[in-house]
């Protein structure tokens, strides 16, 4: 009797844990997985909060993982949103090259695979692209400096660049490049730290045919997307540079990470009388920046919409319908579709008019580190 009893108690507990483990497999299973680069730079951060509130409202389940600035650990964040059986893979890579084998094992999978905001290259694994009209983020910047120094003559021009494994480092800088070739060669800026681009002055550089090109001239101008990269670099250009090429400058920042360190190393330096100087991303720090005087401009990528923008995408996508497309990156292997989302050019005025408007907080600009 005792055994039967002990055989019954046994046969229970076991049910008990199977059906514990059942319910944590699915607990564990995830519709939508979402890698993004680091959580060490502010806009990332941004756009976690962006999805999870996108997609939580939208009721898919998710998963954000960070690389933390290293392929190996963005391979190994991919497959084990795999294990979880997640049914699209939302992937802002690390190095657009070595995404590739993460995307290549997803798509495998049968799972849907979607870059978001920098296009992974060399591989047909890639279903979608959401993304900001980045060349027009290179745009404003190259504008706003123009416009900042109109009628001006011989103005030191300075220019930086993000890291060469991101695709879009090359689509901002051609897209600064396409308006301030322009200036250069009519006079108004004199370039002080790339003697590379002088053969491209007066002519336009496409991110796409003009690849190569534009890798060798970012790779001597790149801040790596890191902060302290960026400021050693304008320090040893500023050490290289002679009296005429300082007093009122200009300068092209790729985001606002970089600004802030490179206008550090601008401001240390007594014979730079004034800076204008470009940014990217509206991080609280950079909105402080602005209003301190420290930073002149920013360009703002509301992340809310590209992660709704995301969450449409995704949505078409399982229900196996073909989502709209603006336009169609190519990443050098095949023609990717893709959607466009417009951005915002915030100043000193502008930025005081969008917190009127409760856009952004004062509070948290003032608490930003
Ligand atoms: C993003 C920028 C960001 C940069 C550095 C780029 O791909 O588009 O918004 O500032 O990476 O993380």
């Known amino acids: 009797m005792k055994k039967i009893l002990a055989l019954i108690l046994s046969l229970a507990m076991l049910t008990a844990m199977a ?12 519709d939508v997985g979402i890698v993004l680069p680091t959580k060490e730079e502010p806009r990332w951060l941004q756009d976690e909060t962006s999805f999870k509130e996108a997609l939580d409202k939208a009721g898919f389940t998710s998963e954000v993982l960070f690389s933390q600035g290293k392929s190996d ?47 992974i290259t060399g591989t047909e694994a890639v279903d979608y692209y959401v993304t900001f009209n980045s060349f027009s983020v290179g745009v404003a910047q190259g504008q706003y400096l123009i416009d900042a120094y ?25 897209g600064a490049w396409s308006v301030l070739n322009k200036a250069v060669a009519d006079g108004q ?7 590379d681009i002088a053969e491209y002055v007066g002519k336009e550089l496409d991110p796409e ?63 730079v009388t004034s800076y204008v100087i470009t940014g990217q991303d509206a991080e609280m720090a950079s909105l402080k920046y602005i209003q301190d005087g420290k ?47 417009a951005v915002t050019v915030v100043d000193k005025d502008k930025l005081a008019e969008l917190i009127a408007a409760g856009t952004f907080e004062q509070a948290k600009i003032d608490s930003a580190k």
């Not at 800026?189 to 003697?195: A, E, K, L």
């Open 73 to 119: 650990v963005e391979l190994s964040n991919v497959e084990a949103l795999l294990e979880k059986n997640i049914k699209v893979l939302v992937i802002c890579a690390q190095d657009a090259t070595a995404a590739g084998a993460a995307v290549n094992k997803a798509q495998a999978a049968g799972v849907k695979v979607v870059c978001y905001d920098r296009l």
């Open 189 to 195: 800026f004199v370039i002080q730290n790339c003697p």
């Open 209 to 271: 045919k003009d690849h190569e090109v534009l890798a060798n001239i970012l790779g001597k101008i790149t801040t790596n997307w890191d902060f302290a990269t960026a400021k050693t670099l304008a320090e040893a250009n500023l050490v290289d540079a002679d009296a005429a090429a300082k007093g009122d400058v200009a300068i092209l920042a790729p985001n606002d990470g970089t600004a802030r360190a490179i206008a550090d190393a601008f401001s240390a330096d007594a014979a």
């Open 19 to 30: 059906m514990s483990l059942a319910s944590c497999a699915e607990e564990e299973s995830v």
């Open 295 to 341: 930073q002149s401009m920013t360009v703002w990528k509301d992340t809310a919409t590209l992660a709704t923008s995301t969450c449409d995408l995704v949505n078409a996508l399982l229900k196996d319908e073909t989502p709209k497309a603006v336009a169609t990156y190519n990443n050098q292997a095949k023609d990717v579709p893709s959607t466009e989302v």
């Open 150 to 174: 109109k009628d001006k003559t011989g103005v030191p021009l300075y220019i930086y660049s993000g890291a060469v494994t991101d695709n879009n480092a090359f689509i901002f800088f051609a």
